[in-house]
């Protein structure tokens, strides 16, 4: 495999770290010699996350359990664990929650003995979050409509440093059929296995217009074996679509009552469903479309989302 990079982005304030299947966006603000530091924390923590994760696949892609979590050896993939045991009432694997227990990795080694502003570690759309007291960031994300905002505000009382976006569209396999849904939560890997275990809710089983596969016949060494993940979704009434979505904000509002989410928005064809307090930013007429926000955001945003075809 090759070995880890990190490179500036042509912004000259971002840095991207790319290491095999884990791509990195990071970006600090405050003092000039504390996020100097913060990047050079970052870089040599990263070095290893990947060999690390790999040491422990196999027990990794096993199903986590109520009865207890398991002793791993490395700190990512022992914060994958913690993440998903709560969740194990239903079909649950630390792969789950490993794009956001890196971030939340490389996001502890960037920020310890360091005094920043703000932080973000944005790993394909599933983030953590550092705000010091006072601080807030604006996040834009996927599958807005029927008045919902496209970005939201992030600010440090509301104790959310974990955002984590899932869906059949994205980058991972999806048991439902949500396109997108959005969870926050108080770390990254707690935002990342949410998502995924509400997005698998958002669904109509059985339903003749949802194709679905195995997901070993896509990819022979996926951790959900010969279970059937959704590969199509065609036309839904609009009572499908209410009723796929309420099933999925069910799951939501109950993850929230355990306090294992702070706010979730789930999106499927247009429509939308929240659970908790998302508090729209503040938009000006001149500010970008989200389908230009990916290319261009206002500084201190963050791109919430990873990239669903429309």
Do not use: C, K
Not at 4 to 19: Q, T, V
Not at 130 to 139: R, V
Not at 200 to 226: F, K, M, T, Y
Not at 268 to 284: C, E, K, Q, S
């Amino acid at each position: 495999m090759e070995a880890p990079s990190a490179r500036w982005l042509p912004d000259g304030r971002r840095l991207h770290l790319h290491h095999g299947p884990i791509d990195l966006i990071v970006e600090a603000f405050g003092r000039p010699d504390q996020i100097s530091a913060a990047y050079a924390q970052a870089v040599r923590r990263f070095q290893t996350v990947l060999a690390e994760l790999v040491d422990e696949l196999p027990d990794l892609r096993r199903p986590s359990s109520l009865q207890g979590s398991r002793a791993f050896r490395g700190p990512t993939a022992r914060r994958m664990e913690a993440a998903t045991t709560p969740l194990a009432e239903n079909f649950i694997t630390p792969m789950a929650a490993v794009a956001g227990s890196v971030a939340d990795e490389v996001m502890a080694a960037m920020i310890s003995g360091r005094l920043l502003d703000r932080a973000y570690v944005n790993n394909g759309g599933d983030i953590a979050l550092h705000l010091a007291s006072g601080q807030e960031l604006t996040l834009a994300i996927a599958g807005t409509g029927h008045g919902f905002a496209d970005r939201i505000v992030v600010r440090a009382d509301e104790q959310v440093r974990g955002v984590a976006t899932s869906g059949w569209r994205g980058r991972s396999f999806s048991l439902g059929i949500a396109d997108a849904v959005t969870v926050l939560a108080r770390i990254g890997a707690e935002a990342d296995a949410a998502a995924t275990i509400i997005a698998n809710a958002v669904d109509l089983p059985g339903h003749p217009a949802v194709q679905r596969q195995p997901a070993r016949e896509i990819a022979p060494d996926s951790d959900l074996g010969g279970i059937p993940v959704t590969v199509g979704v065609g036309t839904l009434t609009a009572e499908e679509i209410a009723e796929a979505l309420e099933r999925g904000l069910s799951v939501a509002e109950d993850l929230r009552r355990r306090e294992l989410i702070i706010a979730a928005a789930l999106f499927l064809a247009g429509d939308a469903r929240v659970a908790g307090d998302i508090l729209p930013a503040l938009t000006n007429e001149t500010e970008t479309s989200l389908a230009e926000s990916s290319r261009v955001m206002p500084r201190g945003s963050v791109l919430a989302h990873r990239s669903f075809p429309a």
